[in-house]
């Protein structure tokens, strides 16, 4: 379908290496004229990676404190798309490593579960995530200015969290949601 605007132009703002800040001036098809703000973004992906412990399954997520919040999050691991060529499956497995040091066992390997879009109004960003089901512990090797806690936390308890407000983070709140309602119908 084209697109019902028309760009009559775009000035680039800041150009980072995450993001790309544009400026466009559009028309509308009566005519009218009007500016966009627009955050361009490579694209990111996060990891829903589960246990089982003495029966009980748990949801891997992460403390993270966010400079922009000023604050920590309850979140699971994630990351953005900065190794040109690479493919998603394997941006997540290198984030979860990173962040956590857990990677997927032989038996738990990464599946893509959703692809979202964070804020289309104003972010280009597509967020892809997988889901592992069995992880092995390791060694974490965050970036500089990571501070990170991993928190297992059991799935009832996860799912509570979202009810009350403990978790915000929207791709988490996302994961755990679809998870839960569309893949965990069938193990009740």
């Known amino acids: 379908m084209p697109s019902p605007v ?12 995450k993001v790309r800040l544009e ?10 004229k009007a500016v966009r703000e627009v955050v361009r973004h490579g694209g990111s992906v996060a990891v829903l990676a589960l246990r089982r412990e003495a029966g009980v399954v748990e949801v891997l997520l992460e403390r993270n404190y966010r400079y922009t919040v000023d604050g920590f999050l309850l979140e699971i691991p ?6 040109p060529g690479e493919p998603l499956v394997a ?3 290198r984030e979860l490593i990173e962040e956590t040091g857990y990677r997927p066992t032989a038996g738990g390997e990464l599946r893509e579960l959703l692809t979202l879009l964070p804020s289309p109004g104003i972010l280009s960003e597509r967020l892809t995530v997988f889901v592992t089901e069995e992880v092995a512990a390791g060694e974490s090797d965050r970036e500089p200015g990571e501070v990170i806690d991993v928190v297992w936390t059991p799935w009832a308890e ?3 969290m979202v009810r009350d407000g403990r978790i915000v983070d929207g791709k988490t709140i996302a994961a755990l949601l679809f998870y839960d309602r569309f893949e965990r119908v069938g193990s009740r």
């Not at 028309?6 to 290496?17: E, P």
């Not at 994630?78 to 190794?83: F, Q």
């Open 158 to 160: 996860a799912l509570a």
């Open 91 to 93: 941006c997540a497995r």
């Open 6 to 17: 028309k760009r009559l132009g775009t000035k680039v703002v800041y150009d980072g290496r």
């Open 78 to 83: 994630a990351g953005t798309l900065d190794r």
């Open 23 to 32: 400026v466009h001036d559009i028309e509308d098809a009566t005519g009218r």
